[in-house]
């Protein structure tokens, strides 16, 4: 494969001056797991020049055994040190699976983004995103297990004299610097033991890739505090659940398309028309942009995650928030905000359906309805009823997965059966198992 000579010649200095000794190639699987494979720095040639053969039929949604032999090749723009592996200085660069005749494995994540954004290119659109990944860190018992839960501290938002992760969170933001990620804030969260950290706007395959380099890197340096870091939608019960709260803008000729000032809301006419396409599509999404059964318990009223189908910009109930923006910066810092996604899911195949949903909009010059800004939660019944909900269950978010063309044609045939039989296993593994609460409450009764 051919690289820019430019770009092998900057990796090639950061290899001499750190000293790196060994090469993480790194790529993720349908359900985001990230999955590494180690060479010496000695081999790193051999790779530039034919890239490194795995078995896909060994990593989930990939391959099927007879097809098995696959190749990494590694996007350059990528590469960095790793700043916690010291003693063996190491890198890590983030690849894309291609067949053995070259081309693009069509059911590789980050390959489902690139076929999104060059939709949107052929229409004429640059597509942005920054996500606000939350986060609970919980404290290691001596024997090295989590369980019971015991948050690593009982601040609530913003606090500063109870929040004892702020020092950890100031080393999570120097390690995410070292990988060239421009961190724009950092604070506690509103539940006990939550924060959140987060990285500059930018183009959605580079915040793709941050957002994958975030997860593993707060959980490295939170292992090295003695804490456990997890992005598990509902960890507790009661309490907030971790979201991923998505900013988007759509960007032509040097411009965000998504602005007018001379708007209530700022808004574009085809901005409005990106809001109805993703709320029409809100349901199919789901299965992708809150994929676990866990996602679920998070998404229910009362905990500042969206229920209904609905946009507004001060109503934090809303699936779509409009942020307020200064009003000298309406021009540039216009966006819209999904409050669905949770950091559970892959943010590849997040950002590329919801981006699909938005130009299908745009494509078909849908019209929003009127924006909600009552707090939906305290709706009566019957005004309720006119409004439709997200799935309730993994179950029915599948169901809702499964019917839908946008879904399929976003994801390819491959990935979206794979995905399909992925979370079909996952769900019926839930249904049949028996819960604590069931034994709890069922057995001394019946």
């Not at 700043?83 to 894309?96: F, G, K």
């Not at 078909?364 to 009127?370: E, I, L, R, S």
Request: hydrophobic share 40%; proline share 6%.
């Amino acid at each position: 494969m051919t690289h820019d000579s430019k770009k092998i010649k900057k990796v090639a200095d950061i290899i001499r001056k750190s000293g790196t000794k060994f090469i993480n190639l790194q790529f993720t699987d349908i359900v985001g797991v990230v999955k590494s494979v180690g060479i010496p720095v000695e081999m790193w040639q051999d790779v530039l020049d034919h890239g490194m053969w795995f078995d896909g039929s060994s990593v989930q949604g990939f391959a099927r055994i007879a097809e098995s032999d696959m190749l990494l090749h590694p996007d350059l723009d990528t590469f960095a040190v790793i700043p916690w592996d010291t003693d063996v200085p190491t890198a890590r660069v983030i690849c894309d699976a291609h067949l053995p005749t070259g081309e693009p494995f069509a059911g590789d994540p980050r390959q489902v983004l690139k076929r999104a954004l060059a939709e949107a290119a052929k229409m004429g659109y640059e597509y942005f995103t920054g996500p606000e990944l939350e986060f609970f860190l919980f404290k290691q018992h001596a024997d090295g297990s989590l369980m019971p839960l015991e948050p690593h501290d009982q601040a609530s938002y913003f606090d500063i004299s109870t929040d004892q992760a702020h020092p950890v969170r100031r080393q999570m933001v120097t390690a995410l610097s070292a990988f060239g990620i421009t961190v724009e804030a950092l604070h506690h969260e509103v539940a006990v033991g939550q924060s959140e950290i987060d990285f500059k706007y930018d183009r959605a395959l580079r915040t793709a890739d941050n957002a994958i380099t975030l997860r593993l890197t707060l959980k490295a340096i939170a292992q090295r505090n003695g804490l456990y870091a997890t992005f598990m939608p509902k960890p507790i019960a009661g309490i907030n659940g971790n979201g991923m709260h998505t900013h988007q803008s759509l960007w032509s000729k040097g411009k965000n398309a998504f602005a007018d000032p001379k708007d209530e809301y700022g808004l574009s006419p085809l901005a409005k028309n990106y809001i109805a396409g993703q709320l029409k599509h809100a349901r199919e999404c789901s299965a992708i942009i809150a994929p676990l059964v866990n996602s679920y318990k998070r998404l229910v009223p009362g905990y500042e995650a969206p229920v209904y189908l609905s946009w507004a910009r001060t109503n934090r109930s809303a699936l779509i928030r409009i942020p307020k923006v200064s009003p000298g910066r309406v021009a540039t810092a216009t966006r819209v905000e999904l409050r669905c996604p949770d950091p559970s899911s892959n943010p590849y195949l997040t950002f590329a359906v919801i981006l699909m949903a938005g130009l299908d909009g745009i494509k078909k010059k849908m019209n929003a309805p009127a924006p909600n800004e009552e707090d939906l939660y305290h709706l009566d019944e019957a005004r309720l009823a006119k409004l439709t909900a997200m799935p309730g269950s993994l179950g029915e978010a599948i169901a809702e997965m499964e019917k839908s063309d946008l879904m399929k044609q976003t994801l390819g045939d491959h990935l979206f059966e794979r995905y399909i039989e992925a979370k079909k296993q996952e769900w019926d593994g839930y249904r049949l198992s028996v819960s604590q609460w069931e034994l709890d409450r069922y057995l001394p009764i019946y």
